[in-house]
């Protein structure tokens, strides 16, 4: 047996150099790689044997519960329950259990506690295995590993960008810090800005000792900054156009987020970064795109335990309080952005009992305190308590939005009853509202508070008006004679609240940046498109004093490059041609000309100005519109579309705006329909 081993021949190991770059050596001496790198090829050692480990007492006891534990899982029947036993629907939904478990040094929630168990053992086992002592580490799991290629299947793949290129300089990070605090943090509230201020100063300092997630948190910082300055702050400040620092720091914030893996390797911060992104996608990113990205946000979350309140699951306050913060604020967004993705009620996990934010300031806020007192006191959480409520509603009465959609078709008859529990369940939400302001606002404590009251007085006046249904409509009978008048109202009534808030003087216009981000071009552009044919009326002189608004706040509408921009400028100036055209002849006075129409005429590239001519036949705007200053049963231009597929938001990635002027048919203009027929269908005006 000696002499057949000792004449086997030795195991030859690839070189030093080759398994330092993870390639394949050749085995020679020297091997090719290290031949053409010119460098000496140093054969590796192998690695020493292990000892033999006698059996070990603890881990057989821990492997035999295992078994038990399986063992009872597979033979457990379960027991027949008792009529009178049986839960009801809420019941059965209602949060039973859980627990946080610490695997591969995140955390992540489980539900069944036979796994948390199972979990616990094998985890024990693992320790009882290890050679080494863990060595405690400030970076999340994902320190130690390569990027998660299959996060690139929701962040667009930036793993070749290099990050201390896309970092600000150490000046800007304090300036774009400063703006953060100032501009977005008020209204986000999911970090804590004690904690987070000292990892900042260190990453200005010494980017090399920041953590991954701590990174992608600071680029998400700088993102949202950026998004809240207007175009010459930016220029001003930092010396670059908006775009471009966006572009920089969003690209940062991807590569941050795809070099954690965030599929497998989260923690608070990581979400906390993701949060972040989200909200700085409004207007530049495709939004059924970012209302799927959201899903992922929410299972991450629901992964992490966040839908489970923490005291439940033992947690200490500061980290209880914080994950509130993140929940909400992750309900919010969905919501949000579910809407502007025409959809309803989103399908969020319906066994969750996490509690509502406490009115509490960060400075009385710390990691190592044991108790948590809410203030009695006006607090900076002020918007976030008045987002909690709505979020609320929109959890607890679903109905709601079935009284919307319903009223959305325009439907003559409706049921009373839901009509009635719905105006009930919003004037409990503005009683809420108001006793949150009158406890915890103070309007001279700046301009969140401003806010924090307009948007609840906005906020009521909407539901209000959703939930109405259109017979009761005080323009119904003269200016709204069918479902698609009322279309044209909603559209108008939809933006005039937003534009109001533009206005906010008080605010000093810290937070025109998040009330501009609920901007729906699309929306937009389908009322421009209805001034074709509605040329008189209350409802349309409403109609053009928001897009004189619209025009003065929404510069970006100015770069006719985009095609969207584009056709809506060509709407505009073909329905300022009609309603000049009406007014000359209502009172024998040739109207002036606003500015904004003779801006749009005069930037208007010339092969378009032919499709601003008032004497064309047909216009995609005047789709299934009876104007209401036409008696009805004469016959209109245009296509009839059933209302179902009419309200909701136009795809702008559907429509063909390059083709939608284009003529045939012997030179009478064609219009492409593209996403307005399929896509007008769903919850069209965002209501948050």
């Not at 000792?6 to 390639?23: D, H």
């Not at 793949?157 to 970092?167: Q, V, Y």
Request: charged share 25%.
């Amino acid at each position: 047996m000696s002499s057949s081993s000792s004449g086997k021949p030795p195991r030859v190991l690839a070189c030093v150099l080759c398994q330092s770059r993870k390639i394949k050596c050749d085995r020679k001496t020297p091997c090719s790689n290290c031949i053409k790198a010119n460098v000496a090829c140093t054969p590796s050692t192998p690695a020493p044997a292990r000892k033999r480990r006698r059996p070990n007492q603890d881990l057989q006891q821990r492997l035999a519960r295992c078994e038990e534990l399986l063992s009872e899982y597979a033979t457990a029947k379960p027991t027949a329950p008792s009529s009178a036993d049986s839960p009801t629907l809420d019941e059965a939904w209602k949060p039973r259990g859980g627990k946080l478990i610490v695997d591969d040094g995140g955390v992540k929630f489980i539900d069944s506690y036979l796994w948390a168990n199972i979990h616990s053992e094998l985890s024990a086992m693992r320790e009882i295995l290890e050679d080494e002592d863990a060595i405690d580490d400030p970076c999340t799991p994902a320190d130690s590993q390569a990027s998660d290629l299959n996060a690139g299947l929701i962040l667009s793949d930036t793993s070749e960008a290099n990050l201390e290129e896309l970092h600000p300089q150490p000046a800007h990070v304090f300036r774009l810090w400063q703006i953060f605090l100032e501009r977005v943090n008020p209204l986000t509230k999911v970090i804590h800005v004690p904690t987070v201020q000292p990892l900042l100063v260190e990453a200005a300092t010494s980017r090399e000792n920041v953590p991954k997630n701590v990174e992608a948190l600071l680029f998400s910082i700088y993102l949202m900054a950026t998004v809240s300055l207007s175009d010459d702050e930016c220029v001003e400040r930092f010396g670059f156009t908006k775009v471009e620092a966006y572009n920089r720091y969003s690209k940062g914030c991807r590569s941050a987020l795809m070099r954690i893996g965030i599929l497998k390797n989260y923690d608070l911060v990581v979400l906390q970064a993701l949060v972040l992104y989200l909200f700085s996608l409004p207007g530049r990113y495709d939004r059924h795109a970012a209302w799927i990205l959201n899903g992922v946000i929410v299972r991450i979350a629901q992964k992490m335990g966040l839908h489970r309140d923490g005291e439940f699951l033992g947690l200490p306050p500061f980290e209880t309080e914080m994950r509130r913060r993140i929940w909400w604020r992750i309900l919010l967004l969905d919501a949000m952005y579910a809407l502007m993705s025409g959809l309803g009620h989103s399908l969020l996990p319906r066994s969750w009992d996490t509690k509502a934010p406490l009115n509490i300031n960060d400075s009385d806020l710390y990691p190592t305190m044991t108790t948590i007192q809410p203030k009695d006191s006006p607090t900076d959480m002020i918007f976030c308590l008045i987002c909690t409520e709505i979020a609320a509603v929109m959890v607890d009465t679903p109905e709601i939005h079935l009284v919307i959609l319903q009223n959305e078709m325009g439907l003559e008859t409706y049921d009373p009853e839901k009509i009635e529990k719905a105006f009930k369940r919003i004037e409990q939400l503005d009683r809420n509202m108001t006793e949150i302001l009158t406890k915890y606002s103070d309007l001279s404590m700046g301009p969140v508070h401003v806010l924090a009251t307009e948007c609840k007085r906005t906020m009521i006046q909407k539901l209000r008006e959703l939930i109405s249904p259109m017979v009761t409509q005080p323009e119904w009978g003269h200016e709204v004679l069918s479902p698609k008048d009322y279309l044209f109202k909603m559209s108008v009534t939809a933006g005039e609240q937003n534009l109001k808030m533009y206005e906010l003087s008080a605010t000093k216009g810290v937070f025109l940046w998040f009330m501009m981000s609920h901007f729906q071009l699309e929306l937009f552009i389908y009322m421009v498109g209805q001034l074709r044919w509605r040329t008189s009326g209350k409802l349309v002189e409403r109609a053009w004093e928001s897009v004189d608004l619209v025009y003065r706040f929404h510069t970006e509408l100015w770069d006719l490059s985009v095609k969207a921009h584009l056709a809506a400028a060509i709407f505009t100036i073909r329905g300022w041609k009609m309603r000049g055209k009406a007014l000359q002849e209502a009172t024998g006075v040739i109207p002036e000309t606003p500015d904004y129409i003779l801006k749009l005429q005069r930037i208007l590239p010339a092969e378009d100005v032919k499709h601003t001519l008032p004497d064309e036949s047909s216009d995609l705007m005047g789709v299934g519109t009876t104007p209401a200053s036409v008696p009805p049963g004469i016959p209109q231009p245009g296509v009839d579309v059933a209302w179902d597929q009419m309200f909701g938001f136009v795809d702008m990635g559907a429509v063909d705006w390059g083709d939608m002027f284009a003529t045939a048919n012997g030179g009478q203009p064609q219009a492409s329909y593209g996403g307005y027929g399929a896509v007008f269908g769903g919850n069209g005006i965002n209501w948050m």
